[in-house]
């Protein structure tokens, strides 16, 4: 099953994850699981700069295997996220759908600096 119809779902469940960005590799934020049934609308994605001094910089990127193995095709990319500040990368007037198999992995320029905070519905 590579997603179920959403116009004829039985649940919709709220979620939010939040993940610290501990090193400069690339670091899967939300994975959908193969064969799990579900397609997960991502409404909002937060990248944090806990950094009170340095900017560090925000690449997302979306993968069509589980967990951000495989290929990633930019979200964004190199975005600047200024010390102190918060950039809106995914929001609910463009979100991104996740059908079985499929993650979002999030790779910062300086470990430690950047959070990462995601909302999304899991729809089956």
Do not use: R, W
């Not at 049934?37 to 900017?55: E, F, P, R, S, W």
């Not at 990127?61 to 809106?88: I, L, R, Y």
């Amino acid at each position: 099953m590579a997603a179920p119809n959403i116009v004829n779902v039985a649940t919709i469940t709220a979620k939010t994850d939040s993940v610290a960005l501990s090193s400069t590799g690339g670091i899967s934020v939300l994975s959908n699981a193969s064969n799990s049934g579900i397609v997960m609308q991502v409404v909002a994605l937060y990248a944090a700069n806990v950094d009170g001094t340095n900017n560090a910089h925000i690449t997302i990127t979306v993968h069509n295997e589980p967990a951000g193995a495989g290929t990633g095709f930019a979200v964004a990319n190199t975005v600047a996220v200024p010390a102190d500040a918060t950039v809106v990368v995914i929001d609910k007037n463009s979100p991104i759908f996740l059908e079985e198999a499929m993650s979002i992995k999030a790779t910062p320029s300086a470990a430690d600096d950047i959070e990462i905070t995601v909302s999304y519905q899991e729809i089956s």
